[in-house]
T-cell receptor, first 118, second 114 residues
Framework: DARVTQTPRHKVTEMGQEVTMRCQPILGHNTVFWYRQTMMQGLELLAYFRNRAPLDDSGMPKDRFSAEMPDATLATLKIQPSEPRDSAVYFC????????????????FGDGTRLSIL | GQQLNQSPQSMFIQEGEDVSMNCTSS?????WLWYKQDPGEGPVLLIALYKAGELTSNGRLTAQFGITRKDSFLNISASIPSDVGIYFCAGQLVGTGNTGKLIFGQGTTLQVKP
């Protein structure tokens, strides 16, 4: 089965350091989503891309977070500088919404990057 | 913003029992999805629903898309220990089909006692 691949699976680093998380979407999927999961907030949508262009990043703190898709097979989420409150599990999901159709195929999730900022 | 109210928040049941959980909203959805998340892994799709009133089964799981398009439920029959995990509902609002953007419930944590 095709899967969304995320790296690294775990990251522990000190406050102030730059963190980069990577995602390889399912081949052929043109929409990529970044989520953050915490016990308190559940699953929060941070940003999403269609055909590598950002559609919405309103859920993402702009001052320290940035998301890009350098090519169709790679999405990145960066935090600089990182803070302890950024500790969470970050998920990437990909999907293939169909233009002109109001309901679409579901998103498929990777296994996440568990981030701990000390 | 739009919210999904998922209940119950957690359940602790005996193996063999049936389970029911649901999601409700004041908004109208055109898609309802149910995911399961195991510890240390990402959510995995269980069932997708696309039409109001639709009832779909996947093994011991059954889910329905509410007729008002504002709710959905998931039933698990004859629970087994591997059903343990967090179950999420997710909905796609009417008019957002081109984006694929989902709204997630807060999750139902299921524990099954052998």
């Amino acid at each position: 089965d095709a899967r969304v691949t995320q790296t690294p699976r775990h990251k522990v680093t000190e406050m102030g350091q730059e963190v980069t998380m990577r995602c390889q979407p399912i081949l052929g999927h043109n929409t990529v989503f970044w989520y953050r999961q915490t016990m308190m907030q559940g699953l929060e949508l941070l940003a999403y891309f269609r055909n590598r262009a950002p559609l919405d990043d309103s859920g993402m703190p702009k001052d320290r977070f940035s998301a890009e898709m350098p090519d169709a097979t790679l999405a990145t989420l960066k935090i600089q500088p990182s803070e302890p409150r950024d500790s969470a599990v970050y998920f990437c999901a990909s999907g293939l919404p169909e233009v002109g159709r109001d309901s679409n195929q579901p998103q498929h999730f990777g296994d996440g990057t568990r981030l701990s900022i000390l | 913003g739009q919210q999904l109210n998922q209940s119950p928040q957690s359940m602790f049941i005996q193996e063999g029992e049936d389970v029911s959980m649901n999601c409700t909203s004041s908004s109208i959805f055109n898609t309802w999805l149910w995911y399961k998340q195991d510890p240390g892994e990402g959510p995995v799709l269980l069932i997708a629903l696309y039409k109001a009133g639709e009832l779909t089964s996947n093994g011991r799981l059954t889910a329905q898309f509410g007729i008002t398009r504002k709710d959905s439920f998931l039933n698990i029959s004859a629970s087994i220990p591997s059903d343990v995990g967090i179950y999420f509902c997710a909905g796609q609002l009417v008019g957002t089909g081109n984006t694929g953007k989902l709204i997630f419930g807060q999750g139902t944590t299921l524990q099954v006692k052998p």
